[in-house]
């Protein structure tokens, strides 16, 4: 092995589960819509920002995984190689225009996103109209493992297509809020996460074994967890929870994780396109993302 990326990648390698048992129903969705999903409209539209892809490559890819071809979007910059990369995991409503914006958002940084469709398998939860439906009917049947794996296939998709996978990060929001600290204690590529408004815990069940608060002692790269202190769906003693079992453990990447509370913060207040944005935590959030990519060598 001629380089510490080497090695980190045999480890990781190493560390990887076999594959899930395939299911022969293959992929019900094959590739990405337009559009926002059915279940946030009508869009706010003085809010939802626009991000153009002038200077970019920008697209639905088809990302190779142990059963077939998932659907993603990838953007980076249209010149240059070897981008660092950062994987983009959506909301409950899939990829949709609002992830595919902000992996044009991190484009123009000079970074390649991909937001994986990993919610292919059990369905497509940008056709529903309520939100208790896309919970029910394609949510729920989605197993933490499988979301690792297709998560591993995109690193791998990336550092054969002009990624630097030496240079990983990972983002997600709501639903891709907890995932991104369940990857972050996955991979050990991981150099680091920003969680936005993940649930922290849970019960556990078959399909969501284990929850971040789980695994402050297992992450293997530093997460920073932006939340928000008016957020129904995740109590704020669970943050400090969260905080406590951070600044507790005997993992270095615990200990160098963080998170950040804005007291008067709804869930979702990054999504630009829905109600629930504010502007000042958002934007203040993403400079804070930004900064904690760069810090940690992403």
Known sequence: MNSPTDYLQAEFESLVPPPLPVD????????????????????????????????????????PTADGGMPAYRAQPARGANFPVILVVQEIFGVHEHIKDIC???????????????????????????????????????????????LDACVAWAR??????????????????????????????????VAWYGRLTSPASEMTPRHPLDLAGALKGPVLGLYGGQDGGIPNDTVEKMRKALAESANPAGKASAIHLYPNAPHAFHADYR???????????????????TKHGV
């Open 24 to 63: 022969r129903r293959g992929f019900l969705v094959t590739a990405l819509g337009a559009g926002f999903a059915l279940a946030v409209q009508p869009v706010m539209a003085q809010t939802a920002i626009t991000t153009d892809g002038e200077g970019l490559t920008a697209g639905e890819i088809q990302v």
């Open 160 to 193: 054969a297509n002009g990624g630097d996978s030496g240079r990983l990060g990972i983002t997600g929001f709501c639903w891709g809020g907890r995932i991104a600290w369940l990857y972050a204690a996955h991979n050990p590529g991981v150099k680091a996460g």
């Open 104 to 150: 044009r958002r991190l484009a123009k940084l000079g970074y390649q996103a991909i937001a994986p469709e990993l919610y292919a398998r059990q369905g497509d939860p940008r056709q529903y109209t309520a939100i208790p439906d896309i919970l029910a009917k394609v949510v729920s049947k989605v197993p933490d493992s499988q979301v690792m794996a297709d």
């Open 275 to 293: 109600p629930s944005y504010r502007k000042e935590e958002a934007e203040d959030g993403w400079k804070r993302m930004r900064e904690w990519f």
